[in-house]
């Protein structure tokens, strides 16, 4: 059973930092990762995917230079390191993956292409 559980949310100010962990259990990283967000009343929308193999990155154009995605194969978690925070980052954060064989990842790649979720959580940015 693929289990994937998101962690690091929190309150900032404006400016600050977190990083949020998605540990994963039940899944090897052979297929597309990433991190989505999604505010209230807006879709759910791609923050930064990653790929298997080349560790290839993708990043929205709202946080390019301040997010960074990785993967850490020893603990097989995935971290969003989320840098100059703004208010406009508030949101749900929600880890997700690809099921095996998906070969296809970048930010075309809708949300209910993603096969496994994680129940989220929050993060807060206040000006």
């Known amino acids: 059973q693929v289990q994937l559980v998101e962690s690091g949310g929190g309150s900032v100010q404006a400016g600050g930092s977190l990083r949020l962990s998605c540990a994963v259990s039940?899944?090897?990283?052979?297929?597309?990762m990433g991190w989505f967000r999604q505010a209230p009343g807006k879709e759910r929308e791609a923050v930064a995917l990653?790929?298997?193999?080349?560790?290839?990155?993708y990043y929205a154009d709202s946080v390019k230079g301040r997010f960074t995605i990785s993967h850490d194969n020893d603990k097989n978690t995935l971290h969003l390191q989320m840098d100059s925070l703004k208010p406009e980052d508030t949101a749900m954060y929600y880890c997700?993956?690809?099921?095996?064989?998906?070969?296809?990842?970048?930010?075309?790649?809708?949300?209910?292409?993603?096969?496994?979720w994680g129940q989220g959580t929050q993060v807060t940015v206040s000006s």
């Open positions: 997700a993956a690809r099921s095996s064989g998906s070969r296809v990842c970048t930010l075309y790649v809708r949300p209910e292409q993603f096969n496994y």
């Open positions: 039940g899944y090897t990283f052979s297929a597309c």
């Open positions: 990653i790929s298997p193999g080349r560790y290839t990155t």
